[in-house]
């Protein structure tokens, strides 16, 4: 089963509105990388992170690690229509040479 | 650069059925990944390669075989399709392993009737 957890599954936002979604291994991670996925598209990478409590941003998208390196999440403010898609957590361990991708959160958004 | 190719984009396969799908990349990467998209399930690895004559298995690899060609192509093959192997296939490549980013082609759209 996979060893990364997302929340939630799905997420239907107001344009112009905030939101986050989770992601949660029971381990700990030595990173986690977030992609986002178009309908109809493929994955693409975002970003990496590595360092325990580090935080990220990138324009109107924050990515953070948790402090235990066991938990990340991905928060959007003003939410727009470009931001539709399924947002996709992977996290890597030590003794791992791959990554362990969670099932996703699919956004959609309303006008 | 092309990227990650993969052909074919779609295909439909009777039971029983075999055939291979092909993946390539010029990036120069070493790894290269196939996985499987199915709704609520995420990205499964099916098998991986971590460099160039090396092959593993991933989190769901039965009834799949893989052949890493070359440095530049990973091909994964369905010897014997069933309905339950229905699903999006994706490949990817990355430099190496987990704490590089990867790179996705577009995606096989396959059906097993």
């Known amino acids: 089963g996979q060893q990364v957890m997302q929340i939630p599954q799905y997420q239907h936002v107001q344009e112009g509105e905030d939101f986050t979604t989770y992601c949660n291994s029971s381990?700990?991670?030595?990173?986690i990388q977030w992609y986002k996925q178009r309908p109809g598209g493929h994955p693409v990478f975002l970003i990496q992170?590595?360092?325990?409590?580090e935080v990220k941003k990138q324009k109107r998208l924050t990515f953070q690690f948790g402090e235990a390196k066991k938990n990340s999440s991905l928060h959007i403010t003003a939410t727009q229509t470009t931001d539709v898609g399924t947002y996709f957590c992977?996290?890597?361990?030590?003794?791992?040479?791959?990554?362990?991708f969670g099932a996703g959160t699919t956004v959609t958004v309303r006008a | 650069n092309a990227g990650v190719t993969q052909t074919p984009k779609f295909q439909v396969l009777k039971t029983g059925q075999s055939m291979t799908l092909q993946c390539a990349q010029d990036?120069?990467?070493?790894?290269m990944y196939w996985y499987r998209q199915d709704p609520g399930m995420g990205l499964r690895l099916i098998y991986y390669?971590?460099?160039?004559?090396?092959?593993d298995k991933g989190e769901v690899p039965n009834g799949y075989n893989v052949s890493r060609l070359n440095k530049r192509e990973f091909s994964l093959r369905l010897e014997s399709a069933a309905p339950s192997q229905t699903s999006v296939y994706f490949c990817?490549?990355?430099?190496?392993?987990?704490?590089?980013?990867?790179?996705f082609g577009p995606g096989t759209r396959l059906t097993v009737t």
């Open positions: 381990t700990t991670l030595s990173n």
């Open positions: 390669s971590a460099s160039e004559g090396t092959t």
């Open positions: 992170l590595v360092k325990s409590g």
């Open positions: 990817a490549s990355s430099e190496s392993g987990r704490t590089y980013e990867q790179y």
């Open positions: 992977a996290g890597g361990r030590s003794n791992d040479y791959k990554l362990s």
């Open positions: 990036m120069n990467h070493n790894s």
